[in-house]
């Protein structure tokens, strides 16, 4: 069956949360709950027979829910809205009114809240299997919500072919003028989950990065990745330059980017022989390699303790909407929000 749909249970607030699994014709399967519109797995078959998991996740839908990962929550393979990554003090200017937000991050909002389209219940749209495996979510952000001014109707649209290829589209409209920048933001490890991403081999198509304040917000600068360990351009093992301690939590501003489609960043494993391909329309990405997980009951018994996965999150430049010289996030009513990407799986094994 090209799509599969089961029910998992209703939430508390008496909403049906569902899984459904795209699988195609190499048997790659894709499984995305409308809880948060989480891809909870993307198993590739290997030449023996078994399968690569190569996000982190859990078994159990409701564990995305449980008291013990949301202390030590970590945006698992989420939808994040209304506005991704990081927005300074949690507030803006539009149209000469100051929106206050939501801080959940310190003084700053992070991921568009406490509670952002990460953990709602998105309401299925579409499911269908030809000419590919699809599936559509859609959720209603109301008016205020975390203090963002407008009704946004956000669609997200989830397609598997047989090249391979996962794209997800996000797509919006308002009803006033507003701020959105959304991403979505699985945890990558190529080597079936397991272990560390430490010596997967990064490169991304970026000469800049963006310089950041001690909270890791976006201050409108730039810095230039010449003779620095943000140098991926051309292919490097993660640990190679980096001060451990850290790890990477950058935002990398693709070069020469317009609004097609194009490869902004690979990652491949020499363990399990598997390249990912990340293409976008959305003219940054951030880089960030896990140093603040820690889960405990992760899929298959695994420990998720820091640098157990990398996230490659594409989307406009973070804190945009304080700053002018940054691409537009604002949408007014008349206009579509659209975004699209494309995870492509490249495995020597396959036939």
């Known amino acids: 069956m090209p799509v599969e749909q089961k029910f998992c249970f209703k939430n508390a607030g008496g909403e049906d949360i569902y899984l459904f699994s795209l699988t195609n014709k190499h048997e790659t399967k894709v499984s995305i709950t409308n809880y948060g519109a989480i891809i909870t797995e993307f198993k590739i078959k290997t030449k023996d027979g078994s399968f690569n998991d190569i996000v982190l996740g859990f078994d159990n839908i409701a564990d995305y829910l449980s008291a013990d ?14 506005y991704a990554n990081r927005i300074k003090n949690g507030k803006f200017i539009l149209d000469g009114k100051e929106y206050l937000l939501t801080q959940n991050m310190d003084n700053d909002i992070l991921h568009g809240g406490k509670e952002g389209f990460d953990k709602k219940t998105w309401q ?7 000419p590919n495996p699809t599936l ?7 008016d205020g919500e975390e203090g963002f001014p407008g009704n946004l109707e956000t669609i997200i649209r989830f397609e598997l072919n047989d090249e391979n290829e996962l794209s997800y589209e996000f797509a919006a409209t308002t009803d006033k003028p507003t701020a959105v920048n959304l991403t979505h933001h699985s945890y990558f490890n ?5 272990g560390s991403i430490e010596d997967h081999e990064v490169k991304i198509n970026s000469s800049y990065i963006l310089a950041q304040d001690e909270g890791l917000v976006c201050n409108g600068d730039f810095i230039a990745v010449d003779n620095n360990q943000y140098d991926f351009r051309i292919f490097k093992a993660i640990n190679t330059d ?7 939590d ?12 194009e ?22 990405v951030q880089f960030y390699t896990g140093q603040g997980l820690n889960i405990k009951n992760a899929k298959g018994g695994n420990q998720n303790g820091p640098f157990s996965g990398f996230c490659l999150e594409t989307h406009k430049h973070p804190n945009a ?7 537009n996030t604002v949408l007014r009513p008349g206009e579509k929000y659209y975004q699209k990407n494309i995870y492509k799986i490249i495995q020597a094994d396959l036939k």
């Open 124 to 130: 299925v749209a579409l499911v269908n299997e030809f």
């Open 250 to 261: 950058q935002c990398f501003i693709v070069d020469n980017k317009s609004n097609k489609l």
């Open 136 to 142: 559509e979510f859609k959720y209603l952000c109301k």
């Open 263 to 284: 490869l902004v960043a690979e990652v491949s494993s020499k363990e399990s022989g598997v390249q990912l391909q990340i293409f976008s329309t959305e003219p940054a």
């Open 242 to 248: 980096w001060n451990k301690a850290d790890g990477y």
């Open 321 to 327: 909407i304080n700053i002018p010289n940054f691409p």
């Open 190 to 194: 190529l080597n079936n989950g397991k």
């Open 69 to 82: 990962y949301l202390s030590h929550y970590a945006y698992l393979g989420a939808a994040c809205g209304r």
